[in-house]
């Protein structure tokens, strides 16, 4: 079973975006396992509360720019 989980900030999706990624990788991975792996493939993506991630000592947190509408 491919299993695919993909972490972005929180609001930095909307509904719409979410089920397009998960659509657009489950194609993908039906592309390289076939497509009897469809029913099986699992995509999970996780919002991380800002704050919550950071990279080099550096936290972040999404701009007001950046976050989804919707």
Known sequence: ???V???TPEAALTRAQKEDIIHRV????TEYFSEAA?????VLIEEVRDGGYGRAD????IP???????
Request: proline share 8%.
């Open 1 to 3: 079973m491919p299993f």
């Open 64 to 70: 007001e720019a950046w976050r989804a509408e919707g």
């Open 5 to 7: 989980n993909i972490k």
């Open 26 to 29: 489950t194609d993908m991975l």
């Open 58 to 61: 550096e936290v972040y947190v």
């Open 38 to 42: 469809r029913p099986h493939t699992m």
